[in-house]
């Protein structure tokens, strides 16, 4: 029996979701509004910076995409939804584009045979119930199915996963939703199935669990520098401790990018919905944001504004060209603004980013 799957969604995350199927031997279809993308997808012309997604998509041969919802849907009965989700101001995460998808799934009606519905994308706790809910006359069960992955590295984390989390609505779909995963991985991850909503709270309380680690590290690290000592030692005689381990647990810069600061905004929006104040993790959030102001204070003691100041890197992890929320740039920003003379060697991609924002604030060296 051939292997089929579709991934409603095929940005970033979802292309590479796409392309790690293709690769554990499905057939995929790949679901996205963007006919210029899906023509470069499937004439093999899209370039990606993220690492060897251009090599799998060149090599795979048994994906495309397509722009057709009624297609994809009669594809197969796996379906993954990637669709991007944002913050909004309240930290409550915008499910806008998973409500634009289901109100033309509604629209294509009740469908012949059971279909799986495997949310995949962040989203806010009771979310995936909700959906269920709404189309549960439709012939669609609906599942939850996070994934745990960093920029740079997508590809090698969906096949080398730390642990597999799978919010199941019914033993049977659980079944083939872990049946997939031990096709694609190339290790042999926990799996650890529960019900819908657990599995959505799984997803945002580890995210926030090492954002707490995080700025645990960063606050450990200034009572160190303030008392006059090098972090360094302390954090990693601390790490030292397999209840604690040396990952997440460094001085430096804040927590940034998507997914962190994403995830710590909707835990703190859902505790306050059900009545719970999550008291630890505004906490994070406010720290992470006075960490920020203690390392511009200790640049400034500490170096004179003759020399230039150059970043090599400004975006959120180097190696990325995301500058979400990165602490990097937000800390070239302030001490450029104190008379600095900032320079950013940066590639094209992340200049033209920065350019619109801060426009002639810094210098800029074009970096290959």
Known sequence: MVKKAIVIGIGRLGLCFALTL?????????????????????????????????EYLNNSKNFRATANLKEAIN?????????????????????????????????LGKQDEPKNLVISSNVCPGYSDEIQERIKNLNYVVNFNPEWVAQGTILYNQQYPDLVVIGEDNKKSGDKIENIYKNICSNNPP?????????????????????????????????????????????????????????YFNYGFGYGGCCFPRDTRALVYYGNQIGIDPIIIK???????????????????????????????ITYKKGTIIIEESQQLL??????????????????EVTD????????????????
């Open 191 to 247: 799996i650890h199935r529960m019900d819908r909503l657990s599995a959505e709270i799984t997803k945002i309380g580890l995210n926030c669990f090492l954002t707490t680690k995080i700025t645990y590290a960063n606050m450990l690290g200034e009572i160190a520098i303030q008392s006059g000592v090098d972090p360094k030692p302390i954090l990693k005689a601390i790490g030292g401790d397999s209840r604690i381990n040396t990952k």
């Open 22 to 54: 293709e690769r554990g031997g499905y057939d995929v279809i790949g679901l996205d509004v963007r006919e210029e993308y899906i023509k470069n997808i499937n004439s093999k012309t899209f370039l990606s910076p993220e690492p060897k997604v251009n």
């Open 283 to 313: 906490s994070v959030m406010e720290t992470n944001k006075n960490h920020l102001d203690f390392q511009v204070k200790q640049f400034v003691k500490n170096r004179d504004k003759l020399e230039p100041v150059i970043f090599d890197s």
């Open 331 to 348: 800390f070239a920003a302030k001490i450029a603004q104190k008379g600095y003379n900032v320079v950013i060697k940066e590639c094209c």
């Open 353 to 368: 980013q920065v350019k619109e924002i801060y426009g002639d604030l810094f210098d800029y060296e074009i970096s290959d």
């Open 75 to 107: 594809f197969a009965s796996m379906i993954f939804v990637t669709l991007l989700t944002k913050s909004l101001p309240n930290g409550k995460y915008d499910h806008s584009q998973i409500e634009n998808f289901l109100v033309d799934l509604v629209n």
